[in-house]
Structure formats: C-alpha cells, structure tokens
C-alpha cells in the first residue's frame, strides 16, 4: 500500500487518497500519472469507482488485465462510456489503438453531463433536415380504429384520459 508521503520518479506520482485534497485523483490534462496501489483488484474497481466519482463520470477508463473477469467487471460496472482494453490511455480512448470512432474530444454523456457519450466527431457537428417518407407499412393492428390511442381521426376519449390521470395521480399521493 502507498504511504502518506508523497514521491515522486520522473512523472509517476505515488498517492493514496481521492478527493478534493488530493488534486491528481482527478483527470489531469499532463504528462503526470496519479499512481495507487491497492490490495487485490476487486480494491482496485472501488478505488477506480471512487476516483469515476470524483472527476471523470462517464469519460473513460483504462483497465490492463488478462483476466476477462476483471475486464468484464470494469466494463460493466463503471460509470464511463469508453473502457479501453491493454492499451494507451491517450491512444485507446482517442480511437488510434481501439478502433473506437476517431476522436480528439471524448463525450461523458448524461452522466457526466454532456449530451453523447460517443468520441464526437464532425458528423456530431452538422445539422441534418430528414425528409422521410413512409418506407415500412405500419402494423396492421395499428391501423384497427381504436388500437392505437391517437391519430387522425382517432383522438382519445377526454373523459377516459381524465380518468387515467386522476388514478395514476392518486397512486402517486399514496406514496
């Protein structure tokens, strides 16, 4: 386990602790790689957890491992969109190493507060007007009058969507 004291050799920095207190537990635009050492890797998924936490909801993940458990636990239990496999940082997340969609600006999605998850790329930066045509028939259940709720000539009963609505509400108040 690392100690409280701080080194340092070359650009690896050895800390223990994720936080406010400690600024390289956060994603770090520099050469300076934030070391932690822990007991075991089911360990080392709550310190990656801790740290997702803290700075990086939804952003990326890096796990190094020849177990497929292990990579199978960080794949799906973490808070990120892009879990890179034995490689690069840098190169893996970006798409050079992963052949994830080429990127230089990484995506955290809704749980990091962007709007995609996806390496954003030019096609994220233009508007397209679709003009679509019907190229599939609807289900013909759905064309039954009365089977679907809505549409033209098909409006719902005022009556039964009050009625719907004062139920749902009262279940609600029940809570």
């Given at each position: 386990?690392?100690t409280?004291?701080?080194?340092?050799?070359?650009?690896?920095?050895?800390?223990?602790?994720?936080?406010?207190?400690?600024?390289?537990?956060?994603?770090?635009?520099?050469?300076v790689?934030?070391?932690?050492?822990?007991?075991?890797?089911?360990?080392?998924?709550?310190?990656?957890?801790?740290?997702?936490?803290?700075?990086?909801?939804?952003?990326?993940?890096?796990?190094?491992?020849?177990?497929?458990?292990?990579?199978?636990?960080?794949?799906?239990?973490?808070?990120?969109?892009?879990?890179?496999?034995?490689?690069m940082?840098?190169?893996?997340?970006?798409g050079?190493?992963?052949?994830?969609?080429?990127?230089?600006?990484?995506?955290?999605?809704?749980?990091?507060?962007?709007?995609?998850?996806?390496?954003?790329?030019?096609?994220?930066?233009?508007?397209?007007?679709?003009?679509?045509?019907?190229?599939?028939?609807?289900?013909?259940?759905?064309?039954?009058?009365?089977?679907?709720?809505?549409?033209?000539?098909?409006?719902?009963?005022?009556?039964?969507?009050?009625?719907?609505?004062?139920?749902?509400?009262?279940?609600?108040?029940?809570?």
């Amino acid at each position: 386990m690392a100690t409280m004291v701080r080194w340092c050799t070359g650009s690896l920095v050895w800390v223990d602790r994720t936080g406010r207190e400690e600024p390289l537990s956060r994603e770090k635009l520099t050469t300076v790689l934030g070391w932690y050492e822990v007991d075991g890797w089911e360990a080392g998924c709550d310190r990656c957890v801790e740290l997702i936490q803290f700075g990086g909801r939804g952003h990326s993940l890096v796990v190094h491992a020849n177990d497929e458990k292990v990579v199978m636990a960080f794949g799906l239990e973490k808070p990120v969109f892009r879990i890179a496999v034995n490689t690069m940082a840098t190169l893996g997340a970006i798409g050079m190493t992963t052949k994830i969609m080429p990127s230089l600006t990484l995506g955290s999605g809704g749980i990091g507060g962007a709007i995609t998850g996806d390496n954003v790329t030019v096609y994220h930066l233009f508007n397209v007007k679709n003009l679509a045509y019907e190229a599939v028939p609807p289900p013909e259940a759905a064309l039954r009058p009365g089977s679907v709720p809505a549409g033209p000539g098909r409006a719902p009963d005022p009556q039964h969507v009050a009625k719907i609505v004062e139920e749902v509400t009262r279940e609600i108040l029940k809570a």
